[in-house]
């Protein structure tokens, strides 16, 4: 009993010392409960603070991923860990799909996020503790990371929509964790995952690393030290490229001749904060490397290109632009009558569509019959003040990248004649008098200056 009193106040008084000042006006707490020895810790170290505040409201999820055939019986575990303490409790069940390549650890994490960004909690907190941030340290060395991904697991970090995220347990083991656990007399349930050692944490954590502590005990707070310096100059990184960033920002993307001018270094971090900014997965380094070395390289007329899953980053003219990804499922789309009205929002068009009424316009009777967008096939012609010309050659003068060139839409009327390319040219044949001429936004990625 005296070992017991010894070891809570000790545990609940570090986490109450290192509180951080941001979580200070925050009352609703919920835990990711998976119901293994770790979450089971924090679940009851939070539960021992509640009595000393009363203002802290405490919940817990448990994300049922039906990967285990004991799935069922973890969670039952956590109903009546919860119901013990007196915390509410929400069980989440996932469905993971996975695509070719996926890892089904990422996809399954990716899941249990996803549910904490549901959280109608504050604050989210995870009991990831010193022997995790280890262990995540050189998986990301041995993935050949960078400084962020070296800098492993912050303690504190925005979630969504206000949200935080929390790991309070970052500077204990797992073994006070357990000590804990068990001088408190509460259960835990094992995954039997952990025991594969196919999957690289695991070989990490039952082969590498005790043979590591043997020879140097202390290799969890070395490693946790080394992830603090690799967060500050992940920091610096940070500040510099949203330096450049700004210095380089046009309102088409950005000045490539800004960007050219700057360090090899300082460009593939300027281009993975912009990605960053648009919310894009940042490129393998090798594929940011030769995308910048053929942007460098170009002839004025190429636009070399770098395909990411979102989008297209290219160079064209003297601009780094950011196109994002549009999903035509078919060629052809009629529309809805929207003149006089607000911008017609076409996702899978990746823009709006939007008239304007003017001295020279396709005429009401005309659009009322009905209308259309297509897509380029080849070999179209616009009728014009002196013949037919080539679409190609008017997108072309236009000054669209050939991107953009590739995926304009076409204006079709009810027969099948081509009226205009919006935003381009109307047909000259149909605009004789004043009319509507019909305006395309494509949707673009970034911030203009």
């Known amino acids: 009993?005296?070992?017991?009193?010894?070891?809570?106040?000790?545990?609940?008084?570090?986490?109450?010392?290192?509180?951080?000042?941001?979580?200070?006006?925050q009352c609703a707490f919920e835990v990711g409960l998976s119901g293994g020895l770790d979450s089971v810790a924090l679940l009851s170290l939070l539960c021992r603070i509640r009595e000393q505040r009363p203002q802290l409201r405490l919940s817990a999820v448990h994300v049922h991923h039906g990967l285990s055939p004991n799935a069922d019986a973890w969670a039952e575990h956590c109903r009546r860990l919860c119901g013990a303490l007196q915390v509410p409790l929400r069980v989440e069940r996932v469905a993971l799909q996975l695509a070719g390549g996926d890892s089904l650890e990422a996809v399954a994490r990716e899941a249990r996020y996803a549910v904490y960004r549901e959280s109608a909690a504050e604050v989210v907190a995870l009991a990831h503790h010193l022997d995790d941030q280890a262990e995540t340290v050189l998986l990301q060395l041995l993935r050949g990371g960078g400084v962020r991904a070296l800098a492993a697991m912050p303690a504190l970090r925005p979630l969504?929509?206000?949200?935080?995220?929390?790991?309070?347990?970052?500077?204990?083991?797992?073994?006070?964790?357990?000590?804990?656990?068990?001088r408190q007399g509460l259960s835990w349930v094992e995954d039997e995952s952990n025991q594969d050692t196919r999957y690289r944490r695991n070989l990490l954590r039952r082969d590498i690393l005790p043979r590591i502590a043997q020879g140097i005990p202390d290799y969890r707070q070395h490693l946790a030290r080394?992830?603090?310096?690799?967060?500050?100059?992940?920091?610096?990184?940070?500040?510099?490229?949203?330096?450049?960033?700004?210095?380089?920002?046009?309102?088409?993307?950005?000045?490539f001749l800004a960007v050219a001018a700057l360090s090899a270094p300082r460009q593939r971090q300027l281009l993975l904060a912009w990605l960053q900014e648009l919310g894009w997965a940042a490129p393998e380094p090798g594929a940011l490397q030769e995308f910048l070395r053929q942007a460098q390289q170009a002839a004025a007329a190429s636009c070399p290109q770098l395909a990411l899953p979102s989008g297209h980053v290219l160079r064209f003219a003297d601009t780094l632009q950011a196109w994002p990804k549009v999903q035509l499922d078919q060629a052809s789309e009629v529309l809805p009558d929207c003149r006089g009205g607000p911008a017609l929002v076409l996702p899978r068009w990746g823009g709006e569509l939007s008239w304007e009424w003017r001295e020279h316009g396709l005429p009401d009777d005309l659009l009322a019959a009905g209308l259309r967008l297509g897509l380029r096939q080849g070999g179209e012609k616009l009728s014009a003040r002196t013949g037919r010309r080539e679409v190609k050659d008017l997108l072309r003068e236009a000054g669209l990248p050939p991107l953009l060139r590739q995926r304009w839409p076409l204006?079709?009327?009810?027969?099948?004649?081509?009226?205009?390319?919006?935003?381009?040219a109307v047909a000259f044949a149909h605009s004789a008098g004043p009319g509507w001429w019909p305006q395309w936004t494509p949707a673009r990625s970034g911030r203009s200056r």
């Open 411 to 424: 204006l079709y009327g009810a027969d099948g004649q081509l009226l205009a390319l919006p935003g381009i």
């Open 226 to 255: 080394a992830a603090a310096l690799q967060a500050d100059a992940a920091a610096i990184l940070q500040e510099v490229a949203l330096v450049d960033l700004q210095a380089c920002r046009v309102a088409a993307g950005l000045d």
């Open 160 to 182: 969504a929509d206000g949200k935080l995220l929390w790991r309070p347990l970052l500077g204990l083991t797992r073994l006070q964790l357990e000590q804990y656990v068990r």
């Open 1 to 25: 009993m005296a070992a017991t009193r010894k070891m809570q106040p000790d545990l609940i008084g570090r986490l109450i010392k290192h509180w951080p000042d941001e979580l200070s006006g």
